[in-house]
T-cell receptor, first 114, second 115 residues
Framework: DAGVIQSPRHEVTEMGQEVTLRCKPISGHNSLFWYRQTMMRGLELLIYFNNNVPIDDSGMPEDRFSAKMPNASFSTLKIQPSEPRDSAVYFC????????????FGPGTRLTVL | AQSVSQHNHHVILSEAASLELGCNYSYGGTVNLFWYVQYPGQHLQLLLKYFSGDPLVKGIKGFEAEFIKSKFSFNLRKPSVQWSDTAEYFCAVNPLYNQGGKLIFGQGTELSVKP
């Protein structure tokens, strides 16, 4: 199994630009999670989906952030417009809720907004 | 409020010292418990997990954790740390009434091992 796949691995953009982060969960997993990690705030859960349906988006910082999961094998996290304070590492994780609920993390996308 | 508390923000040890990292949670029902490790510049990886049965759980790289239900604790231990154990350690709890497998993470403990 390839594990959770995220792209791009690194993204450098300028303030005001749109940023789209992508995630492919492990095949057969039915829950997907987006996290943000910074030195100041640590690991934060932004949003999670169960069976492609958003369950809890209370961690999404503001309306500039949006996430979609159009099918079981793909999710996007979009920031529009981006700001320097959005600079962070964004992790995607997936799990199968009928099992252990162990989450498997992707390698992350390091986002830098100039 | 539902929470997971890790007592130490940063721990510094010399090689061969023993390690214990504290973790307490605030849920009264059935939970699954996890410890994740994040090596510098990498993503979170599972170290060990507890679902049921023997409360003493053994994980990878010589780590173990003990679930003490009466204390709502799941402390991580290693008898002799190595320089390569330098990493950040996260305790996480999955309350089984949660939909969708959501984990509640502690704030993390940074471990620095001096050679």
């Amino acid at each position: 199994d390839a594990g959770v796949i995220q792209s791009p691995r690194h993204e450098v953009t300028e303030m005001g630009q749109e940023v789209t982060l992508r995630c492919k969960p492990i095949s057969g997993h039915n829950s997907l999670f987006w996290y943000r990690q910074t030195m100041m705030r640590g690991l934060e859960l932004l949003i999670y989906f169960n069976n492609n349906v958003p369950i809890d988006d209370s961690g999404m910082p503001e309306d500039r952030f949006s996430a979609k999961m159009p099918n079981a094998s793909f999710s996007t996290l979009k920031i529009q417009p981006s700001e320097p304070r959005d600079s962070a590492v964004y992790f995607c994780a997936s799990t199968r809720t009928s099992g252990s609920n162990e989450q498997f993390f992707g390698p992350g996308t390091r986002l830098t907004v100039l | 409020a539902q929470s997971v508390s890790q007592h130490n923000h940063h721990v510094i040890l010399s090689e061969a010292a023993s390690l214990e990292l504290g973790c307490n949670y605030s849920y009264g029902g059935t939970v699954n418990l996890f410890w994740y490790v994040q090596y510098p510049g990498q993503h979170l990886q599972l170290l060990l997990k507890y679902f049921s049965g023997d409360p003493l759980v053994k994980g990878i790289k010589g780590f173990e954790a003990e679930f003490i239900k009466s204390k709502f604790s799941f402390n991580l231990r290693k008898p002799s740390v190595q320089w390569s154990d330098t990493a950040e350690y996260f305790c996480a709890v999955n309350p089984l009434y949660n939909q969708g497998g959501k984990l509640i993470f502690g704030q993390g403990t940074e471990l620095s091992v001096k050679p």
